[in-house]
């Protein structure tokens, strides 16, 4: 499928590695113009590298740090304006809320939900004024069905999911697209930190415990980086143009619910 963003121009945050990384690699496959930020530039170079060779798109890198007022400042000074914004940024630490005092609080909060909506905040005047735009918040199954070694994770994921509700229908006659992905659990770095805190939670291994949680999932597997990539680049397509203010949960079927 032609998504019809080709010659567009994106920015994705986190992504030197992950479901970031996926996702850069699905919108260079589409033809589209990406800067991509992390904060370790070997890593972020070498994945840019990459993405050149596996798509022959343009792809520049920036290395900062999203969570903070200095890396969004340098992210808006290296695009001023983008077409596309993809939010993303590491998830707080799993563990006990009776452990998290008020300042780990305020690092989620301040990398999950203020970090993005500081950019959009940026980002989307400009794509309303020229009429089109899309923004896609890698947040996080947990925002559906709260995950209980992941509340610094559940709190401030929800709360961007409030405010992302009232933003979308206020952009959406302006042509400004914005959709939230909410990935369950994937084949990434992110899943060795989950498995552990789940194996100390219940006191067996951690090869028990991804055993067990590779089980609950319906497909039995834990998801491909590059599945979620695919879908992050089709919200960003010129066919999404109707999809509005969602939460598309992509977790192989775990979530029981039918709403």
């Known amino acids: 499928m032609d998504l019809g963003i080709a010659g567009r121009k994106a920015v994705v945050c986190a992504a ?56 969004r400042a340098a992210i808006l000074a290296a695009r001023p304006e983008t077409d596309i914004l993809v939010n993303n940024a590491g998830g707080p ?23 993005p909506i500081m950019l959009m905040r940026a980002y989307v005047d400009a794509m309303a004024a020229r009429g089109w735009g899309r923004v896609v918040n890698i947040t996080s199954g947990a925002v559906k069905a709260p995950i209980p070694v992941l509340g610094l994770s559940n709190g ?59 089980k609950a999932i319906p497909v039995g597997r834990f998801g491909d980086p590059a599945e979620f990539g695919e879908v992050c680049a089709f919200l960003c397509s010129q066919q999404a143009a109707f999809l509005i203010g969602q939460n598309i949960l992509l977790d192989g079927g775990k979530y029981p619910g039918t709403f």
């Open 156 to 214: 401030a994921r929800s709360g961007l999911t409030g405010f992302v509700a009232g933003l979308a229908r206020q952009m959406a006659p302006k042509g400004v697209v914005i959709n939230n992905l909410l990935p369950g659990q994937f084949a990434t770095d992110r899943i060795a930190v989950t498995v552990g805190a789940e194996a100390k939670r219940r006191g067996i291994s951690g090869d028990e415990a991804r055993v067990e949680m590779a």
């Open 16 to 71: 030197s590695k992950g479901l970031g990384k996926a996702s850069a690699m699905s919108l260079a496959r589409a033809g589209v113009d990406v800067l991509i930020t992390a904060r370790g530039v070997e890593t972020l170079e070498a994945t840019a590298a990459e993405i050149r060779a596996a798509t022959g798109a343009a792809v520049s890198t920036l290395a900062c740090d999203v969570t903070t007022e200095e890396g």
């Open 93 to 115: 630490p799993p563990g006990d809320f009776r452990d998290w005092d008020e300042a780990k609080w305020r690092a989620a909060v301040e990398a999950n939900m203020i970090a």
